[in-house]
């Protein structure tokens, strides 16, 4: 038998020789299992990009869920919390391990919020749910109001596996909406103070324009009453010199007709009340002119004394006749400021005053003032109701009266309040331990004055 290699069975499909797979067939092995390793490595380094692209998402998605100011919680069809964010367990002082697994109801404070979220979730779980206000269980038990909105989550094939609720804590609205509004309040009053700023401008250029058109034709009056008294001193003179003699009978008859005595003796008075009123007139203009001079640069040494008697007699002008007002303001009183700004201040506060004692029998008003170490104290003290507790740390605030419409704006204490910081004092209200209520204005003294 001959050894010899048969070519025919060589170039044919592999097969068995003698119990062992020829030279060809492990070739055409070998080959494929270097292309399936090909392939595995190809499988591999594709895999690997996968990875790492995935790696990626899930890095982007946990630094946007870190991020995130409100709450986020991911649950399934029963309500069972399987994810969450960080600022979840911030709101509700719980770890991670805590809440992972548990219910979502467990979540809320009240029944309530409990039972609302139980109800959409299970007669709606594949609707959206918007702004839906609960009471959310916070750090310590506390309950803490939040916006909710759902938003269901749907399985690769469009069915809902269960819900995405995200949630804002709705006091950082509910500050944000008052700080705007607070703002928006401010700013009306500001305007508002603006307007009557302007009025009252323009109501001091009035009175200064009255003021002077007044003054000239008073100076004329008491000028000619001071020449009338002289000419009527001269006239009695001459006529008493008459008198003296002998009259003829159709004379004395006229002088008797004429009242020429009783003229005569009616004369001094009639200069004198003619001279008061020209004074008194002209004292009133002269209080026009220093009440409508607002400006900053008029602060002159004055004797506070005169502006608060000043104002006392004007308020008491117009108030009831039963109303005792007791002036007590035994020493000098030396400040600086705006004589007219001053008397508004302390004609607001009098005004007040006579105003809460207006109902009341036995009505009194005392305005008592002292200086104590370089300070000078003015009192102005009613007997009335007082001022209610939860009213007295809102006197000073613009707009703010408990007068009926129409008879306040809530204007004065707020105007009187700055003037009094302006000339570098302080005003103060409280109530009396005795009844009524005591606004205190505190001024420096000014030993030039």
Partial sequence: MSNAPDDAANDSAPQWSGGAIDEQAWLAVIRRMDEVYRELLDYEATLEQQNEALAESQRFIFSVLTSMSDVLVVCNRAGIIEDLNPSLLELTGCSEEQLRGTSLFDLFADAESRRAMEEHLAARPGERLADCEVQMRGAGGVAVPVALSCTPRLSGTGRPVGMVITGRPVGELRRAYSALRQAHEDLKRTQQQLLQAEKMASLGRLVAGVAHELNNPISFVLGNVAALKKYVSRLETYLAAIHREPLSEEVQKLREQLRIDAVLADLPSLMDGMQEGGERTRDIVDGLKRFSAFGADSLVPL???????????????????????????????????????????????????????????????????????????????????GIAPENLPKVFDPFFTTKPVGRGTGLGLSISYGIVEQHGGHLTAENAAEGGAIFRVQLPVHAEA
Avoid: Y
Avoid at 346 to 356: R, S, Y
């Fill in 303 to 385: 004797d506070l004394r005169a502006v608060i008697e000043r104002a006392v007699e004007w308020v008491a002008k117009a108030a009831p006749n039963q109303l005792h007002i007791d002036v007590q303001t035994p020493e000098p009183l030396p400040v600086k400021g705006n004589a007219g700004r001053l008397q508004q201040v302390f004609m607001n506060l009098v005004q007040n005053a006579v105003d809460a004692t207006a109902s009341r029998e036995g009505a009194r008003v005392t305005i008592r003032a002292r200086c104590e170490e370089g300070q000078i104290f003015v009192e102005v003290i009613d007997n009335g109701l």
